[in-house]
């Protein structure tokens, strides 16, 4: 299933900058009482942390954790009444990609708690309407993101292989497991140094926000203020939404990134079109971005106060990085639970061969009716093997019809 709208709804959201006042009693959250830790489960969709949360003491809502936005960003504004908004103002978001600014609300009266831990007057951009769609997309719905003000408040563990995250108050003896890997924060978002392999120019030392609400592996935006040098194999796509509309770019592979001691080989990088993304960048000297796709190889410890991420590779680590190979892109329309859609089609793909068009619901796969999938699952087998053969059931038009999909491996 195209990664192109999961990385368009997630990816490039999440590498936009929301810049807001901050009210000087805005602190960060603490426990109820004198606990010092807590634990709660979470979701992975498309590689994204689902946490569970409380506004304004209703809930609880589902917000991706995202370590590269800084203020709280409610997407779903249909959560929160009249007397939630009382404090708000209008305000202005600009971002990557092209198109207008967004308007939304900033607010500093939220309330938000997170397992036992609370905050009062949380930093907040709340967008009139919800115009990334992220629940589509997923499959879950969504009602925002969460980030700075709940990761910087704690050492925080999460771990991939189990789905569970566990969170210490500042000061506690904390047993950490892992190679500890140095950040920098700017503009209260992470930064990492990693080494890539890149064709022609060989290996660089590359500054890239750490940003665990984006979907996909890496995205490679700039290097000494040009375009980031790109792979011959590569091909065309629509990157993401950012808050200033579509970015589009392509889609290619580095051969090796190192990370402290760690190198994954093969990874799948996106390369968004210099002037949407990468001369948006040059303020934080950022050549581009580590997304989920690559940070679930690895179970976490963040530690902002001490400015280190321990890494501990998990049973993830060793699995190899797949794009999707149907060239289909699909979505779960809100309302219409565990019915598929085709939303666009990439041209001269698999999909585009095998006769399949944008509209068309997808009835069943392999004679494996849809209503028992998700969104992972689907997404799973559109990218299982270069050369399979799957069989796609497609509604169209008051017609039931079949079409051989057969897939391929196109970077």
């Given amino acids: 299933m195209g990664g192109y709208w999961i990385n368009k709804w997630l990816c490039l959201l999440l590498i936009c900058s929301i810049c807001l006042p901050h009210r000087a009693s805005a602190q960060g959250f603490s426990f109820h009482g004198k606990r010092k830790k807590d634990a709660i489960e979470f979701q992975i969709v498309k590689n ?17 954790l995202d370590t590269g936005v800084s203020p709280l960003l409610v997407t779903d504004p249909t959560i929160l009444t009249a007397a939630d908004m009382k404090s708000a103002r209008t305000i202005k978001l600009t971002g990557l990609g092209k198109g207008s600014e967004v308007e939304a609300f900033a607010s500093n009266s939220l309330q938000v708690d997170v397992g036992r831990a609370s905050m009062q007057n949380i930093p907040a951009a709340i967008l009139k309407q919800d115009i990334f769609n992220l629940s589509n997309f997923l499959g879950v719905h969504i009602h925002g993101l969460i980030g700075y003000y709940f990761i910087s408040s704690f050492l925080v563990k999460i771990k991939y292989s189990n789905q569970r995250m566990i969170f210490y108050a500042p000061g506690q003896k904390v047993k950490i497991k892992g190679e500890p890997i140095g950040i920098t924060m700017i503009l209260n978002k992470p930064y990492l140094q990693a080494s ?17 609400g984006a979907s996909n592996g890496l995205s490679l935006e700039a290097y000494k203020g040009k375009e980031f040098p790109q792979p011959k194999k590569k091909i065309p796509a629509n990157l993401g939404m950012g808050f200033s509309g579509l970015i589009s770019g392509n889609i290619g592979r580095v051969s090796q990134f190192k990370l402290g001691s ?24 950022r050549n581009g971005s580590v997304g989920a796709d690559l940070l679930r190889h690895f179970d976490l410890t963040i530690d902002y106060a001490n400015l280190k991420l321990y890494l ?13 190979m149907s060239g289909l892109e699909v979505y779960i329309e809100e309302g219409k639970s565990n019915r598929f859609y085709v939303e666009r089609i990439e041209p001269n793909s698999p999909g585009t061969k095998a006769g399949i068009l944008e509209g068309d619901e997808i009835v069943s796969l392999n004679f494996t009716p849809v209503r028992t999938m998700d969104l992972e699952h689907v997404g799973n087998l559109f990218k299982s093997g270069d050369g399979r053969t799957v069989i796609v059931e497609v509604f169209r038009k008051k017609e039931n019809m079949y079409k051989v999909l057969t897939l391929k491996k196109r970077i």
Avoid: C, W
């Avoid at 942390?49 to 809930?59: L, M, V």
């Avoid at 660089?204 to 926000?209: G, N």
């Avoid at 093969?266 to 390369?271: L, M, P």
């Avoid at 049973?315 to 794009?323: A, R, T, V, Y």
């Fill in 196 to 212: 890539i392999q890149v064709p022609v120019v060989g290996e660089i030392d590359a500054r890239l926000l750490m940003d665990s």
């Fill in 312 to 324: 501990k590779p998990n049973s993830n680590f060793k699995l190899p990085f797949e794009h999707d």
């Fill in 48 to 64: 994204l942390i689902i946490i569970p949360i409380f506004i304004n003491k209703k809930g609880p809502y589902n917000f991706i």
């Fill in 262 to 285: 760690f190198t994954l080989n093969n990874v799948i990088a996106s390369y968004p079109n210099y002037e949407e993304g990468g001369a948006k960048s040059i303020e934080t000297g």
